[in-house]
């Protein structure tokens, strides 16, 4: 048994080990997330008319759009130096995004103004509370990128589970009790977002290195720029629902990403434990074997798809019955899956801190999918949104693609 144990890690040329240890921890994390999403989810379906939940979805879109100001690549530098042992890093990233994420208040602030001068009230005064508790969301969860980065994935687990159980507890509460946009989508963020911070001075301790790293905040920085166009762009469709086909549309379309984004983010528990690895191994050998792990990763993915492609009729009859017609734009979203495993190489452009690199990626990226959507979603709806999705995501992998190869004759 140890023999074929050792012949199938020489195949794949992984650290089997490593990869089985902290993909279970990570697993866990993903099946406690998903099960929340789908409670959560159903609730929604069942509870709320789509027009409500469309605003719902518009709001928490808005949300995730702003953290694109809150410097997002600060959580993958600090992955990095935790993996490089360079702690008193953490807390100069944390003020950094902290202070950033106070532009983000601001903004849903206006926001919450425009919407009363519309006379949309709840949105309203939803957008405003929210607004209150948007820089800790911001910083929440950046401990679980420093103990990713320590490799320490049970403890992550753990309080990633935690956080989980207590937003979803807050939220179904807020949603069975009230009813209520305003609570929930208060209730939702800011459940989380203190928890979050409780934890976070818990579990990262100020270190005596007195290093500011400027090179990590520097890549930080730049990931962060680099990333406005593909959050942007990651959003824009989202957005552009709500804005040109109302929030009716914007509630079917957001049922319809719901399973495709839960695969994305169990395919993320590989990049996840990728990173630190990549980081570790000499760039000869990432080099040669880099393109045929992303090839191994494609073939589960293309596994993953099909499966669901075949069982999402059957999903959305049991547990959203009232969105059946979002069945086949979640099946057509699904193949935009298949572009993921041109992660892994994008990581080895970090690790080698091709920030120009980064920024074409992403910039192409973002002109992709604006352009695509504009022209595709007026002439077919929500359907030409997840087209839009296919196009942008297989462009990006292909410009990946081939900034690595050239990076690759180059060194």
Not at 125 to 145: E, Q
């Amino acid at each position: 048994m140890n023999s074929i144990y050792r012949k199938l890690q020489k195949i794949i040329g992984l650290d089997l080990n490593y990869f089985l240890s902290g993909g279970l921890w990570g697993m866990v994390t993903l099946i406690v997330t998903t099960l929340s999403g789908i409670i959560i989810s159903s609730l929604f379906s069942q509870i709320w008319p789509d027009d409500i939940y469309g605003r719902y979805s518009f709001l928490m879109t808005c949300i995730g759009f702003l953290s694109l100001i809150s410097l997002p690549g600060m959580s993958q530098a600090i992955t990095q130096a935790a993996s490089e042992k360079k702690d008193s890093f953490f807390w100069n990233a944390y003020k950094i995004v902290f202070k950033y994420s106070l532009i983000g208040t601001v903004l849903l602030a206006l926001g919450s103004i425009y919407f009363y001068l519309r006379q949309n009230f709840v949105l309203s005064y939803a957008t405003l509370l929210c607004s209150l508790v948007f820089p800790l969301n911001s910083t929440g969860t950046l401990f679980i990128s420093y103990l990713n980065g320590k490799k320490k994935f049970d403890k992550a687990t753990l309080y990633s589970v935690i956080g989980q159980f207590v937003s979803v507890v807050a939220t179904a509460a807020a949603l069975i009790l009230s009813g209520s946009l305003v609570l929930v989508a208060f209730l939702s963020l800011a459940s989380l977002a203190i928890l979050n911070l409780f934890l976070t001075f818990k579990v990262v301790k100020k270190s005596t290195d007195k290093n500011s790293y400027p090179d990590l905040i520097k890549l930080g920085t730049h990931l962060s720029f680099s990333q406005l166009f593909t959050i942007s762009a990651d959003y824009f469709d989202k957005l552009l629902v709500a804005f040109l086909l109302g929030f009716s549309p914007n509630a079917v379309y957001a049922f319809a990403l719901i399973f495709p984004t839960q695969i994305h983010n169990i395919l993320k528990t590989f990049l996840t434990l990728g990173q630190p690895k990549i980081t570790e191994l000499n760039q000869d050998v990432l080099n040669k074997t880099l393109i045929k792990k992303s090839l191994l990763l494609e073939f589960l993915v293309i596994i993953i798809v099909a499966f669901y492609i075949i069982s999402a009729p059957f999903i959305f009859s049991i547990l959203y019955p009232n969105y059946k017609n979002a069945v086949f734009v979640s099946q057509i979203f699904a193949f935009s899956l298949l572009y993921f495993p041109s992660n892994l190489l994008a990581i080895n452009l970090i690790k080698l801190r091709k920030n120009k690199e980064i920024y074409i990626i992403n910039i192409f990226y973002n002109i992709l999918t604006v352009t695509s959507l504009l022209i595709l979603l007026p002439f077919f709806g929500i359907l030409g949104a997840a087209f839009s999705k296919i196009i942008s995501r297989f462009g990006y992998s292909l410009a990946i693609f081939y900034y690595f190869n050239k990076m690759k004759r180059e060194t």
